[in-house]
T-cell receptor, first 112, second 118 residues
Framework: RKEVEQDPGPFNVPEGATVAFNCTYS??????FFWYRQDCRKEPKLLMSVYSSGNEDGRFTAQLNRASQYISLLIRDSKLSDSATYLCVVNGGDTGRRALTFGSGTRLQVQP | NAGVTQTPKFRVLKTGQSMTLLCAQD?????MYWYRQDPGMGLRLIHYSVGEGTTAKGEVPDGYNVSRLKKQNFLLGLESAAPSQTSVYFC?????????????????FGPGTRLLVL
C-alpha cells in the first residue's frame, strides 16, 4: 500500500464548478499535511498547509480527518488557471526520518 | 533572491557515462533534498542533507551519490548512468519548525533537470 494515495484523475470540470480531491495516508504518526500544486513540466509549489481545524485560503479549503486518515482539498468557482496536478503531501512523522512523502497527484483540467 | 536553482536544465547521457547535477539555494536553508519524478510514481526521495557536511539516504538511493560541502550547494552524482535513471530530477530546500507540538516544514523546489539516458 502506498503511504499517500490519490485518485490520479483527470478531473474534467467546467469553469465555475466546485471540485474536491481526497487523499489518504497510511502513517498514523504523520504530523503535518500539505497540498502542493504542480503545473505541467514545472516544479511543485506549496499551495497550502492543512491544519487540524481545517483552513481556507480564498477559493481553496483544506480539511484533515485524522481518525480516517484522509485529507481533502475543495476548490470553488474553478478557473482555467487552476488546471494543474495537485499533490497531497504528508510529513513522515518518524523522528528519524526527514523529508515529506508525496502522493502521485490528481490532475485537474478546467474547461471553458 | 534566486531561490533554488538547478544546473543543467536538460542533459542526454549514454549508458555508463557519469555526470553531476548541481543544486544551489540562497535562502540559508539547512535542509536540502534530491527527488526524482517519474510518470505515475510521484516524487521519490533519493538523498537528503540536514546540514553542511551531512547526507543521508532516502527512498531510492542506489546508483546515486551526493555531497554537501557548502551549505548553499547540494550535488547529485551519477557514476555510471543507466536507462532506468531517465527521469526528471528536482532539488528542494526547506526550513522547518514546530507549532502546537507538531512539526511543519515548507519545501521550495528548483525548476528541475530532465535527464535522458540512452
Amino acid at each position: 500500500r502506498k503511504e499517500v494515495e490519490q485518485d490520479p484523475g483527470p478531473f474534467n470540470v467546467p469553469e465555475g464548478a466546485t471540485v474536491a480531491f481526497n487523499c489518504t495516508y497510511s502513517n498514523s504518526a504523520s504530523q503535518s499535511f500539505f497540498w502542493y500544486r504542480q503545473d505541467c513540466r514545472k516544479e511543485p509549489k506549496l499551495l497550502m498547509s492543512v491544519y487540524s481545524s481545517g483552513n481556507e485560503d480564498g477559493r481553496f479549503t483544506a480539511q484533515l480527518n485524522r481518525a480516517s486518515q484522509y485529507i481533502s482539498l475543495l476548490i470553488r468557482d474553478s478557473k482555467l488557471s487552476d488546471s494543474a496536478t495537485y499533490l497531497c503531501v504528508v510529513n513522515g512523522g518518524d523522528t528519524g526520518r526527514r523529508a515529506l512523502t508525496f502522493g502521485s497527484g490528481t490532475r485537474l483540467q478546467v474547461q471553458p | 533572491n534566486a531561490g533554488v536553482t538547478q544546473t543543467p536544465k536538460f542533459r542526454v547521457l549514454k549508458t555508463g557515462q557519469s555526470m553531476t547535477l548541481l543544486c544551489a539555494q540562497d535562502m540559508n536553508h539547512e535542509y536540502m533534498y534530491w527527488y526524482r519524478q517519474d510518470p505515475g510514481m510521484g516524487l521519490r526521495l533519493i538523498h537528503y542533507s540536514v546540514g553542511e557536511g551531512t547526507t543521508a539516504k532516502g527512498e531510492v538511493p542506489d546508483g546515486y551519490n551526493v555531497s554537501r560541502l557548502k551549505k548553499q550547494n547540494f550535488l547529485l552524482g551519477l557514476e555510471s548512468a543507466a536507462p532506468s535513471q531517465t527521469s526528471v530530477y528536482f532539488c528542494a530546500s526547506s526550513y522547518s519548525g514546530t507549532s502546537g507540538g507538531a512539526r511543519w516544514e515548507t519545501q521550495y523546489f528548483g525548476p528541475g533537470t530532465r535527464l535522458l539516458v540512452l
